[in-house]
T-cell receptor, first 110, second 117 residues
Framework: DAKTTQPPSMDCAEGRAANLPCNHS???????VYWYRQIHSQGPQYIIH???NNETNEMASLIITEDRKSSTLILPHATLRDTAVYYC???????????FGTGTLLAVQP | ETGVTQTPRHLVMGMTNKKSLKCEQH?????MYWYKQSAKKPLELMFV???????ENNSVPSRFSPECPNSSHLFLHLHTLQPEDSALYLC????????????????FGQGTRLTVV
């Protein structure tokens, strides 16, 4: 019952920005957008989250559209170690559980 | 190192064995979770514990039995498993929200790779 839609895979050249899109057209007003990633055979790792303002931390930036129906995770300078499955998850309010969809497999190419 | 430790990292067990997976967190979180990740499938939420009480059981077969003796420890007891139960089992913890606040991010362990033979 994931509430988000992501492309199954993307490629990115090493050193370039990786822009990962996510659609969440049914998001409600008190739900946050969370991003996690999972490097092969490891546990998922939290990246960033936001409600309606754009957010930035040491790992990434999160751009949320004004209508909040979609967002983009930006890795400004992708490295080979950023190759992973990236999950966009809507959570909060009545849905306070991390429910993972299929995510986007980002392959960073040398 | 995420602050969530799972043991063992790898486990091979026969279908008639009884084994337990252990998860430990010292982050001061009040919620813990078990997830299952089968090959090429999304993570599936199995159990949720909040304040040491089980608050969710997502139709998990009774051969999986969770236990949360305190807020820092979570176990998954395994009994009479099937080969299709072979998977990566992940534990996570988070701080559940109080009124009008959101949950904090979840921290995951490295998982236990379980093989049932």
């Amino acid at each position: 019952d994931a509430k988000t839609t992501q492309p199954p895979s993307m490629d990115c050249a090493e050193g370039r920005a990786a822009n990962l899109p996510c659609n969440h057209s049914t998001i409600s007003g008190n739900e946050y957008v969370y991003w996690y990633r999972q490097i092969h055979s490891q546990g998922p790792q939290y990246i960033i989250h936001g409600l309606k303002n754009n957010e930035t931390n040491e790992m990434a930036s999160l751009i949320i559209t004004e209508d909040r129906k979609s967002s983009t995770l930006i890795l400004p300078h992708a490295t080979l170690r950023d190759t992973a499955v990236y999950y966009c998850i809507v959570m909060g309010g009545a849905t306070n559980k991390l429910i993972f969809g299929t995510g986007t497999l980002l392959a960073v190419q040398p | 190192e995420t602050g969530v430790t799972q043991t063992p990292r790898h486990l091979v067990m026969g279908m008639t064995n009884k084994k337990s997976l252990k998860c430990e967190q010292h982050l001061g979180h009040n919620a813990m979770y078990w997830y299952k990740q089968s090959a090429k499938k999304p993570l599936e939420l199995m159990f949720v514990y909040s304040l040491e009480e089980r608050v969710e059981n997502n139709s998990v077969p009774s051969r999986f039995s969770p236990e949360c003796p305190n807020s820092s420890h979570l176990f998954l007891h395994l009994h009479t498993l099937q080969p299709e139960d072979s998977a990566l089992y992940l534990c996570a913890s988070s701080q559940e929200p109080q009124a009008h606040s959101r949950s904090t991010e979840a921290f995951f362990g490295q998982g236990t790779r379980l093989t049932v033979v």
